[in-house]
């Protein structure tokens, strides 16, 4: 069989142009189309082209690189800087401009709020394209760390801890500096003394700083390094992080909207996740769903209370255990009389708040009931009787889960791990994005939002083609406002 050798040594003439070094249905040229449409105006960028001086980077250029960069994997200022000398397809987006590291760095710093709003902008083209319909909406979140170490991360038992030593060091230096004295050692040992009593003392300064901090901000900890970031933990161990959501349409999988919060869980992020969704569709959806991460009912009751299907499993539904002879759930309320009946028809009457202040207390009615009851050792071993807790949205929690267990949402749900489950599987298995690279809130939501976009493309890539998105990209140069998509 022959074989095919290499030659370095042929000489060959290169193409005329570097237009020449991508091929017409290469996808980087999706990349450069959709740039090119955006409105840099809507995105807080303005540039003067005759302002005097070093002339900066055309920020349209700039953009291509780290919107190219992150769809790729590529993140790093100094991974970036090193593509567009070797890359073909860096090479050709950016026109053969090859800014540093440093200008790429600052760059991404300077507009992150640019970065954030270039997501809207391709909502709004998915809109008027027909690949969002806005009707069902999922939502999840995944913790990713940030640009910090865990070791920088302070609690108040740490601070204490941190005094402590640092006090037992001053009073272990002041005694041996009196020792010291008293033998009439040496000057050096002395100087070394006074520099190791400096420390301490700094040392101390810097915690007791750190403490006030805490106590003034109400945090539970607080990272030196990264001061938004929070601690996380994830199956891979404890680290300091973010927990990154994102709101996914069902039409086609496409990111609505996307967002990062310095909590360690999911509770309280339903509401303001899909209230941004849907000021970025310019109205209403139908239908809201999401994992039982999200199940705090005070939160779902805000979206249900806006006429919105929920359609979120409750912890207990989650849990797949089944309903014990004597659970709460085979107790029958009487919402007139205020009151409960247990299984065997006696009445436990109210009794006060609950210890958290979040529902009320229902004991029986009759303490010499239960003692007596043939059925006293299974449903309670208290010899003051059953008592029952019912929380303030009970009803709610009620209703929610009995919409969930219909066979229609049921359906819904089940569709939910195909669409957005599937954002983040991208985003860390195949980008390997696994940490932050900016530091601080603004910075770590402005670089959500660039892999968000970085998602979208890739899949109206896979759903339009190269060719028949270039093409509407450069019919739709400008994205119409979303006031009129309503």
Request: aromatic share 6%; proline share 4%; hydrophobic share 35%.
């Amino acid at each position: 069989m022959a074989i095919r050798q290499g030659n370095r040594e042929q000489m060959e003439l290169l193409p005329p142009s570097i237009e020449q070094y991508v091929a017409e249905d290469a996808p980087v040229r999706v990349y450069d189309a959709f740039v090119e449409a955006l409105d840099l105006g809507d995105l807080g960028v303005s540039y003067d082209p005759n302002r005097e001086g070093n002339p900066s980077y055309e920020p349209k250029a700039m953009l291509k690189l780290l919107i190219y960069g992150y769809s790729y994997g590529v993140r790093s200022s100094r991974k970036l800087e090193r593509e567009v000398y070797y890359n073909l397809s860096f090479i050709w987006l950016m026109g053969g401009l090859k800014p540093d590291h440093k200008t790429i760095a600052e760059f991404r710093r300077k507009h992150k709020e640019a970065l954030k709003l270039a997501l809207r902008q391709c909502v709004r083209l998915c809109l008027k394209l027909g690949l969002i319909a806005g009707n069902v909406l999922f939502v999840d979140g995944s913790k990713i760390r940030g640009n910090a170490s865990i070791k920088n991360t302070w609690t108040k038992e740490k601070c204490q801890q941190a005094l402590a030593k640092a006090e037992q060091r001053i009073a272990e230096s002041l005694a041996e500096a009196e020792a010291i004295d008293a033998a009439e050692a040496s000057l050096p040992s002395l100087v070394t003394l006074e520099q190791e009593l400096a420390d301490a003392r700094s040392i101390k300064q810097r915690v007791e700083a750190i403490m006030e901090e805490l106590k003034a901000s109400d945090r539970s900890n607080l990272n030196t390094v990264d001061r938004d970031c929070t601690r996380i933990n994830g199956p891979h161990g404890t680290g300091a992080g973010y927990s990154a959501q994102v709101v996914v349409d069902d039409e086609h999988g496409l990111i609505v909207s996307s967002d990062a919060a310095s909590v360690n869980n999911d509770l309280g992020q339903f509401s303001p996740q899909i209230d941004k969704a849907q000021a970025e569709l310019g109205r209403k959806c139908e239908v809201a769903v999401a994992d039982s991460g999200y199940a705090w009912t005070d939160d779902l009751g805000k979206i249900a209370g806006q006429g919105i299907q929920v359609i979120v499993p409750t912890q207990r539904v989650a849990s797949g255990r089944a309903v014990g002879e004597y659970d709460k759930r085979r107790f029958r309320y009487d919402p007139l009389k205020d009151c409960y009946l247990c299984p065997e028809g006696n009445s436990l009457r109210y009794a006060g708040k609950t210890r958290k202040g979040n529902g009320k207390k229902y004991r029986i009615e009759n303490k010499e009931t239960c003692p007596v009851c043939p059925q006293f050792g299974r449903c309670t071993t208290d010899k003051g009787g059953r008592t029952v807790e019912r929380l303030l949205g009970e009803e709610l929690r009620d209703r929610l889960e009995a919409e969930y267990a219909l066979p229609q949402n049921q359906t819904i749900y089940r569709r939910r791990q195909q669409k957005v489950e599937l954002v983040f599987g991208h985003l860390k298995h195949n980008l390997g994005v696994t940490t932050f690279l900016l530091r601080g809130l603004e910075g770590v939501r402005a670089e959500t939002s660039v892999l968000a976009l970085c998602f979208n493309l890739r899949r109206m890539i896979s759903l339009v083609g190269v060719k028949g998105l270039i093409e509407r990209l450069c019919s739709n140069s400008r994205p119409r406002p979303v006031e009129s998509l309503a």
